[in-house]
Every structure is written in C-alpha cells, then in structure tokens.
Nanobody, 118 residues
C-alpha cells in the first residue's frame, strides 16, 4: 500500500519561510507525477505546485510562482516544497499527492498545517 507522509508545517510570521517534505513509502512509483495542494478553512482544495517527467516538468499556481519551489529527491523517495515570502493567505493544510495513473491524483498524504501570522 502506498503511503505519503508530509512534515514541516508550523507557525511562521509573514515574510518567513517553511520547508515541507513528503515521503513516499514505496520506490515502485519512482518518477510518478506528484503535486502539492492546499486547503484553507472554508475553501476548496487548490493546486499549488507539481513535478513530473513530461514538460513542463515543474509547474506552479499563480499564487506560488516566484515564492515556492518544488523539488524531489528520488534517492530519498521525497518531494519538497520550499516556501518563502509567506503571506497570511498561505495559511492552509498542505497535502502532497501522487498520480499512479493518468488524469488523477489517487494517493494523498494526511496533510500538514501551515499558519502564517500577520
């Protein structure tokens, strides 16, 4: 069974930085498309950043572009999200997701809370 475990969330002041990690429990899906999503209270879950083998290999939402950086270390089965210049509106539960079949993210982590104070 595939499991994704996020970590690295926390409380940070506006303008600060956080680094999130997502560890995948199996190497069997090495190279599969992965992504970060987030869900703020009372809002729908939204895409933040993704990484895959086909172009564009890395892509971001408009709100993340220029501030967030997604990467992965296949040797460690881990995807990262480096977040800088954080804003209060970035406050949300952040989820990592993995796609084992085209067109859907079918594996999800439990989420990690990010809170940005003003």
């Amino acid at each position: 069974q595939v499991q994704l475990v996020e970590s690295g969330g926390g409380l940070v002041q506006a303008g600060g930085s956080l680094n999130l990690s997502c560890v995948v429990s199996t190497r069997a899906l090495d190279g599969a498309p992965m992504a970060w999503f987030r869900q703020a209270p009372g809002k729908e879950r939204e895409f933040v950043a993704g990484i895959r083998r086909t172009d564009p290999k890395i892509y971001y939402s408009d709100s993340a572009k220029g501030r967030f950086t997604v990467s992965r270390d296949s040797a460690k089965n881990t995807m990262y999200l480096q977040m800088t210049s954080l804003k209060p509106e970035d406050t949300a539960v952040y989820y990592c997701a993995l796609s084992s079949a085209p067109g859907t993210y079918d594996y999800w982590g439990q989420g990690t809370q990010v809170t940005v104070s003003s």
